[in-house]
């Protein structure tokens, strides 16, 4: 029997090693929370510019505890100056005033009160939503269906939130006629630069989120400041921030140990996972355990997953205490049974012996501003708590 079990090890891996070849023709993945395809600089230094071109001076800046990929500096009267990692800029223009003359003409204004966005960033609805602000939104680029935040799909159902059209194909005659004033885009916005510059020629200037390039984890969910900013609810976002940091030290961080492979697989067998360096691995660190795939290139810049050969994968992954399997892509898993019966090889793992195979499920991506609490549920799952848990659930 045993010589028959290493046969039969044998040609699912063959069998696999085609999949995977197949799989890493086709590109990466597109789903909310995979890999991101376009460096930027998470050096402050290399993107923050202060200089407005008209002889304003900053008076202060916002004293960031994580993020990189931003900063806000304040000027006399109530500006504020924004400036992104991919070199936007951006001079938010309290209500009542107007921009001072001989602006530098890469800056785009953003006018307050923020009203009226067009939201086509997934990460970013989350933190309206925690800021009590979903009312400053009025048009949505993803659809109703596709959302995993209550509140979004109730403000769709009520029509206080409309589909707007998605970021490669909005609806202009719908987003004038709402009269949208900011449009909030994800880093896709990049592939299809026409759009950008058909907003911008309709006069919204537009926003590239960026939060799922900080190294950091709570770097993501801090960006809930930024826009608290925008809104005028600085205090409610440096609250809503505050909890979550103190959520993701609320344990003893002392490393467990264990080592977990998180990962998924996709359409073709092929298993994706994260690269060291990514906000996934290092929510796995701070939650006290180690990825398996350590020894992968660091994720500095482009792609922060890869598709990994499954006879690489296996090796890498069959040992893991723990395994953490990623349906926010995927389609979620009912039982260990489902997970087995999408590769056979699956049943030799050690954590899926041992029965500990979580999940993750699809909301995890679209809620950054629980990165405290998902650390939390992470750090329960690798102490065996299966209790109190809200974005990691036990398969058996």
Same mark, same amino acid.
């Given at each position: 029997? &045993? ?21 890493? !023709? ?38 960031? /505890? ?41 800056? +785009?204004?953003? +006018?307050?009160?923020? &009203? ?28 109703? /269906? ?10 769709? /159902? ?73 809104? =005028? ?10 909890? !979550? ?42 939650? &006290? ?5 350590? =020894? ?11 598709? @990994?050969?499954?006879? +690489? ?19 979620? *898993?009912?039982? *260990?049974?489902?997970?087995? !019966? ?18 993750? /499920? +699809?909301?995890?991506? !679209?809620? @950054? ?22 974005? *990691?659930?036990?398969?058996?």
């Amino acid at each position: 029997m &045993g010589t028959l079990r290493r046969i039969l090890v044998a040609l699912l891996l063959c069998a696999s090693l085609v999949l995977c070849s197949c799989a890493s !023709q086709g590109g990466q993945d597109s789903a909310s929370g995979s890999s991101q395809e376009s460096p930027y600089t998470t050096l402050v230094s290399d993107f923050h510019n202060t200089d407005l071109g008209c002889g304003w001076e900053p008076t202060g800046s916002m004293e960031l /505890d994580f993020a990189t990929c931003f900063t806000v500096d304040y000027y006399a009267d109530g500006f504020a100056l924004v400036c992104t990692a991919d070199g936007g800029r951006y001079l938010v223009v309290p209500e009542g005033k107007d921009a001072p003359k001989e602006l530098a003409t890469d800056i +785009q204004l953003i +006018q307050q009160p923020v &009203g009226n966005v067009y939201l086509a960033a997934s990460d970013s609805m989350c933190l309206f939503d925690a800021l009590g602000a979903l009312d400053r939104i009025c048009a949505s680029g993803i659809e109703r /269906d596709d959302w995993y935040i209550d509140a979004a799909r109730a403000a769709m /159902d009520k029509g206080d939130i409309m589909f707007g059209g998605k970021y490669r194909a909005p609806d202009y005659e719908l987003l004038v006629s709402s009269g949208v004033r900011l449009a909030i885009e994800s880093s896709m916005i990049n592939h299809t630069p026409e759009v950008r510059e058909k907003l911008l020629d309709l006069g919204i200037p537009v926003l590239t989120e960026l939060s799922s390039y900080e190294r950091e984890p709570l770097g993501r969910a801090e960006w809930i400041r930024l826009y608290g900013m925008l809104c =005028g609810l600085d205090s409610r976002a440096r609250e809503v921030f505050d909890k !979550q940091v103190a959520q993701a030290r609320s344990f003893d961080a002392s490393p467990t140990n264990k080592t977990v492979a998180f990962f998924y697989l996709n359409a073709n067998g092929a298993a994706v996972v994260r690269r060291p360096g990514d906000y996934v691995t290092s929510m796995i660190e701070e939650a &006290g355990g180690r990825s398996v795939f350590e =020894g992968l290139e660091e994720a500095a810049t482009g792609s922060s997953s890869t598709t @990994m050969e499954m006879e +690489q994968f296996y090796a890498a992954a069959k040992d893991a205490d723990v395994i953490i399997y990623n349906a926010t892509i995927d389609e979620p *898993l009912a039982s *260990l049974e489902e997970l087995v !019966q999408k590769n056979a090889l699956l049943a030799d793992f050690k954590a899926v012996q041992t029965g500990d195979v979580w999940l993750c /499920d +699809q909301n995890m991506y !679209q809620k @950054m501003i629980a990165t405290g609490d998902i650390i939390a549920d992470i750090h329960k799952a690798l102490s065996g708590e299966s209790d109190g848990l809200t974005y *990691l659930r036990r398969l058996a």
